[in-house]
Structure formats: structure tokens, C-alpha cells
């Protein structure tokens, strides 16, 4: 699967953001997508998850406030960022991987997934 980002830029508090993935390739390399970011100073982490039954997840930090959603005619993810807080600041990568179902939901860690953009910066001022 090959992945192409964009979206991002600065935003100040309370802003929002939206951020779109592309992808190519098989179906099958990438029915576990997901969107990881990363802090300055910190691990990645994901941030949402959707597997190919259309099954959605989302960190606690983020809950209520990002939404993953994904436009199969279009081969594109989508993370849907509103009231961004400075602490959501960082590198935002999206990420594929093979898992079905289950497995997508409990495989969150970076090894886990095979594929990646090349990730994109958001800034949220206070």
C-alpha cells in the first residue's frame, strides 16, 4: 500500500483541523487504518483507528473531539480534529496494516503496521 497525506497547518486553540489520507494498492494490505501522532519529545501513539468493518476507535485523549472516518470510493481516511488543544500538537502520521476486524482494534502499537504516510505537522496555539 502506498499512502499520501495532507491537510495539517497551525491552528490556535479551539480551531480545528482536518487531515486526509490517500491510499493505493490492495485492499487487503491496508484493512486496518489508523492515524498515530507524535509529540515533541514523545513516542507515537495512536490517536484512532478503523477497521474494515467499518468498526472505529479513538484514544481516551482524543475521544469526543477527533473522528476517524474513511471514504471507501475514494480510497481516503479521514481524521476529523476539533477543539484542537495545544497539547494535540505534533506529527501526524496515517498508518495501514492487514488486520481484520478484532486485530485492528488491539494491535495498536507502531510495529504493528506495515505502511505509512510521510506525515504531516499541526501547531495548536494557546
Known amino acids: 500500500a502506498h499512502l499520501v497525506q495532507s491537510g495539517g497547518g497551525s491552528v490556535q486553540a479551539g480551531g480545528s483541523l482536518r487531515l486526509s489520507c490517500t491510499a493505493s494498492?490492495?485492499?487487503?494490505?491496508?484493512?486496518?487504518m489508523a492515524w498515530f501522532r507524535q509529540g515533541s519529545g514523545k513516542e507515537r501513539e495512536r490517536v484512532a483507528g478503523?477497521?474494515?468493518?467499518?468498526?472505529?476507535w479513538h484514544a481516551d485523549t482524543v475521544k469526543g473531539r477527533f473522528t476517524i472516518s474513511q471514504d471507501n470510493a475514494q480510497n481516503t481516511l479521514y481524521l476529523q480534529m476539533d477543539s484542537l488543544k495545544p497539547e494535540d500538537s505534533g506529527e501526524y502520521y496515517c498508518?495501514?496494516?492487514?488486520?481484520?476486524?478484532?486485530?485492528?482494534?488491539?494491535?495498536?502499537?507502531?510495529?504493528?503496521?506495515?505502511?505509512w504516510g510521510r506525515g504531516t505537522q499541526v501547531t495548536v496555539s494557546s
Open positions: 494498492g490492495d485492499t487487503y494490505s491496508r484493512s486496518c
Open positions: 498508518a495501514a496494516a492487514s488486520f481484520m476486524g478484532a486485530l485492528c482494534r488491539a494491535y495498536d502499537g507502531t510495529t504493528n503496521y506495515k505502511y
Open positions: 478503523i477497521a474494515n468493518d467499518g468498526g472505529t
